[in-house]
T-cell receptor, first 113, second 116 residues
């Protein structure tokens, strides 16, 4: 799986959009970008994933650059409950088999009131 | 949808005893489940891959005789920490992979194990 690089921490004001960057310059053509977050003392929560097109769901938007070497997770209106560690993971989407996820250190997003 | 539960949510045991942790996929079937461990202020580390009806695959450095994994059905995997010692105290988290082919893993809430 391709390695990812994320800033260790970020602050964002409540109500504003939180933009979390992730670099994955060695990503392969068949690797997806996944985002999870972990609120303190809980299991990780799946947020969103994508291959090359931008994706949006009820939680967030995922913007992937055209060369796929980086992406940005956008939380449109951050709330205090969005304070968590956000993990960007790149991996092959295997239909018939699966590997465990490799977690980096992620970005600790702190939403300020 | 895609809910994974774990039981118990926390457990305290004496050194030398065994502890069993259950992981259930509540609304989907999972041929593959995973067990992770997380020490304080560290990231999740994959321990093993649990496949329904077959032996688990362990990551390097994880003792298979100490961490027994059973995946007897498409919705249940269990992790038994045998002869637990204080250094086994950790946050154990399971995940289950949907069999629909999306390859998305959904995580349980975790089990906090404290060995005295």
């Amino acid at each position: 799986d391709a390695k990812t690089t994320q800033p260790p921490s970020m602050d964002c004001a409540e109500g504003r959009a939180a933009n979390l960057p992730c670099n994955h310059s060695t990503i392969s053509g068949n690797e997806y970008v996944y985002w999870y977050r972990q609120i303190h003392s809980q299991g990780p929560q799946y947020i969103i994933h994508g291959l090359k097109n931008n994706e949006t769901n009820e939680m967030a938007s995922l913007i992937i650059t055209e060369d796929r070497k980086s992406s940005t997770l956008i939380l449109p209106h951050a709330t205090l409950r969005d304070t968590a560690v956000y993990y960007c993971i790149v991996r092959v989407n295997k239909g018939g088999g699966a590997d465990g996820l490799t977690f980096g250190k992620g970005t600790h997003l702190i939403i300020q009131p | 949808g895609a809910v994974v539960s774990q039981h118990p949510s926390w457990v305290i045991c004496k050194s030398g005893t065994s502890v069993k942790i259950e992981c259930r996929s509540l609304d989907f079937q999972a041929t593959t489940m995973f067990w992770y461990r997380q020490f304080p202020k560290q990231s999740l580390m994959l321990m093993a891959t649990s496949n329904e009806g077959s032996k688990a695959t362990y990551e390097q450095g994880v003792e298979k005789d100490k961490f027994l994994i059973n995946h007897a059905s498409l919705t249940l995997s269990t992790l038994t920490v045998t002869s637990a010692h204080p250094e086994d105290s950790s946050f154990y988290i399971c995940s289950a992979r949907e069999t629909t082919g999306t390859d998305t893993q959904y995580f349980g809430p975790g089990t906090r194990l404290t060995v005295l």
